[in-house]
């Protein structure tokens, strides 16, 4: 049984259709490289996957379950990486990580400097992360990806804003997730120079 199956999915914004009859089916150990102009669905289809938007038509199932039956389940067993960050830029990386492991209901280890130091913000624990910037307050989003274990991750243009070094470590990361038989859907405009194969879903523009 796939784990992650899309059956004729269709989705409208403002009266525009952007994508229907969409539908694929993910295995454990495979990556869907999302593809398409600005306006095309990208970001609506990834919401979609992890239960923030309904579709028109159609359903996504995990494990043979449609995911709308199975809502608290589900959440469980993914991780979302979005356009909005959800850090608190009031907070210190150290408190963002805290309090996300808080409502994720993970027991993370009292000592998160380590993963800190991992994530290249060493110095900057302390420090508000607004005072950081883009590129590493983006670094902290991503240490969800090294605090939760979950089969499904879901990155909408993770890539933007990451120096070439943070790039290569995230890959690495990713790549790791694959081998241990996870799965991941993205977006990216970058090219996706992994080992293993990655398969593509284009989505076109509709006017």
């Known amino acids: 049984m796939s784990l992650l199956s899309v059956n004729n999915l269709s989705c409208i914004k403002r009266d525009r259709i952007l994508f229907d009859e969409l539908g694929f089916v993910l295995q454990p150990g495979e990556l869907l490289h999302v593809q ?3 306006g095309a669905g990208k970001t609506s ?18 494990q043979g379950e449609d ?9 469980r067993q993914l991780c979302y990486f979005g356009h909005k960050l959800g850090v608190n830029l009031a907070l210190s990386a150290l408190d963002n990580l805290h309090f996300w492991c808080q409502m ?13 130091e991992t994530l290249g913000l060493v110095g900057l624990e302390e420090l ?4 950081l910037s883009a590129g590493q307050q983006r670094r902290i989003a991503l240490a969800r990806f090294w605090l939760k274990s ?19 470590m995230l ?17 990216s405009h970058q090219s996706l120079d992994f080992p293993t194969p990655v398969r593509e879903l284009h989505l076109e523009y509709r006017l």
């Open 36 to 38: 398409g102009p600005n």
């Open 45 to 62: 289809l990834l919401r979609l996957l992890v239960g923030l938007s309904q579709p028109q038509s159609g359903e996504i199932c995990w």
């Open 67 to 75: 995911i709308r039956q199975i809502q608290s389940q589900y959440q």
């Open 104 to 116: 994720q209901e993970i027991k993370a280890d009292a000592d998160l400097y380590p993963l800190l």
């Open 128 to 131: 508000p992360a607004g005072q």
């Open 150 to 168: 979950c089969p499904l991750w879901v990155l909408d243009e993770p890539f933007t804003a990451l120096d070439r070094q943070a790039v290569q």
């Open 171 to 187: 890959k690495s990361r990713m790549q790791a997730h694959l081998q241990g038989q996870g799965i991941i859907v993205m977006t």
